[in-house]
């Protein structure tokens, strides 16, 4: 893709994605419409599938969802490996409220 006179090569971004050493990218994504007619809600820890990537504007479409292996629904999260729960035993007092 050309953009304000640079050329940038996909596949080496692509490449660089890939490395376990690059550590991540960031893409902002917009959902297929198929899935929002489907009504599949993403959930922050989803694994999904990505095209359509405009590596000039960090930018791609999500076409698929991966199974969860495990949902959360306070706080909203899937495929959660460990979650710490902390409780107090006498002052303040525990709030029933705060533990839904």
Excluded at 68 to 90: C, G, H, I, S, T
């Amino acid at each position: 893709a050309e953009k304000a006179g640079e050329f940038e090569d996909a596949a080496a971004h692509e490449a660089a994605l890939n490395s376990p050493k690059s550590g991540t990218k960031e893409l902002h994504c917009v959902i297929r419409k198929v899935l929002k007619k489907a009504k599949v809600k993403i959930m922050v820890g989803d694994q999904v599938d990505i095209s359509t990537i405009d590596w000039i504007q960090n930018s791609g479409m999500v076409v698929g969802v991966s199974e969860r292996k495990v949902e959360l629904m306070e706080p909203k999260v899937a495929n959660a490996d460990l979650a710490l729960l902390v409780f107090a035993m006498q002052t303040p007092d525990p709030s029933v409220e705060l533990m839904t």
